[in-house]
């Protein structure tokens, strides 16, 4: 049940995020960590009515609530709320049922997260930036809410901002690891997130510095060796980027070999939201009384 509730989780910060992280074209690569909830459930019945679905999604919401109404701690009924909310549009409505989730699952990050980012896609921007912060308070190698942040940041127009955040991210992990205690810390995909705000900043050349800087220190890591060759692409050394797609390739886990072949064939920036395991899973909870509507 809990790693069922897991993936749920999980999917469901990145049906929220994806139109915010796709502003920036690696942070798919960089670090999701499950497959494409919304898409796959079109994909499942692509025949299916949409009048119908609409009736079929309405029903459950109200079937939620009316548990909820009963049971307002049941955090199945509030995680299904949020899923058939989340379905039919309606994003202001995610917020009650995920702020309940947040006060009964303290020690779980990812539900503010996914408040955070329900914020930032209302407009909210102080709002999600005070929940992210507050999360990299608790756990500051927290890549989702660091992702998160770093987005928002990007979309203000405050690329400095964000790279000041990355590099005082990198500074905590040095001084964690000197005392032995950076094992929360992914300094690879800090690092690959403050490449990607150089080439958003314009500023290729420090992107690529760090490309290389991670390449030596994680040779047997395609990440870098992919997001070098996007960059080097971009900037019209075809020949050596193919080299660099070649290695990515031959690094990288069999789930993405064929994304990357499509990257280099058809000039994608980036595949299309999918799922990795790079950063950390979602951290187990406490398992909910069930309750069904």
């Known amino acids: 049940m809990t790693a069922n509730r897991n993936r749920w989780l999980v999917g469901t910060v990145l049906t929220l995020a994806l139109a915010a992280f796709l502003s920036l074209s690696l942070l798919p690569i960089l670090g999701s960590n499950s497959g494409r909830k919304a898409s796959s459930t079109a994909d499942a019945n692509p025949a299916a009515d949409p009048v119908a679905m609409q009736t079929e999604l309405e029903a459950q919401a109200k079937g939620y609530e009316l548990v909820l109404e009963r049971e307002p701690d049941n955090q199945t009924a509030l995680q299904g709320l949020v899923d058939a909310r989340i379905q039919l549009g309606d994003i202001n409505g995610v917020v009650a049922p995920l702020e309940k989730l947040v006060e009964l699952n303290p020690s779980v990050p990812d539900y503010a997260v996914l408040l955070a980012q329900t914020k930032q896609q209302m407009g909210d921007l102080e709002g999600a930036a005070q929940i992210y912060r507050q999360v990299l308070d608790q756990q500051p190698g927290n890549m989702n809410a660091l992702q998160g942040l770093t987005v928002l940041l990007?979309?203000?127009?405050?690329?400095?901002?964000?790279?000041?955040?990355?590099?005082?991210?990198?500074?905590?992990?040095?001084?964690?690891?000197?005392?032995?205690?950076?094992?929360?810390?992914?300094?690879?995909?800090?690092?690959?997130?403050?490449?990607?705000?150089?080439?958003?900043?314009?500023?290729?050349?420090?992107?690529?510095?760090?490309?290389?800087?991670?390449?030596?220190?994680?040779?047997?890591?395609?990440?870098?060796?992919?997001?070098?060759?996007?960059?080097?692409?971009?900037?019209?050394?075809?020949?050596?980027?193919?080299?660099?797609?070649?290695?990515?390739?031959?690094?990288?886990?069999?789930?993405?070999?064929?994304?990357?072949?499509?990257?280099?064939?058809?000039?994608?920036?980036?595949?299309?939201?999918?799922?990795?395991?790079?950063?950390?899973?979602?951290?187990?909870?406490?398992?909910?009384?069930?309750?069904?509507?």
């Open 154 to 293: 990007v979309q203000q127009e405050r690329p400095q901002a964000a790279i000041g955040l990355l590099q005082d991210t990198l500074k905590t992990a040095d001084q964690l690891q000197a005392e032995g205690g950076a094992a929360s810390f992914d300094a690879t995909s800090v690092k690959l997130l403050l490449a990607q705000v150089h080439v958003e900043n314009k500023s290729p050349d420090q992107a690529i510095a760090l490309y290389d800087e991670t390449i030596a220190a994680a040779p047997e890591d395609f990440r870098p060796v992919l997001a070098k060759a996007l960059v080097l692409r971009d900037q019209g050394d075809t020949e050596t980027a193919q080299a660099l797609f070649a290695q990515a390739t031959t690094l990288a886990p069999a789930q993405y070999k064929d994304q990357i072949g499509q990257m280099a064939t058809q000039g994608q920036t980036a595949p299309e939201a999918s799922g990795s395991n790079i950063v950390e899973p979602a951290p187990a909870e406490p398992e909910p009384a069930e309750s069904k509507p």
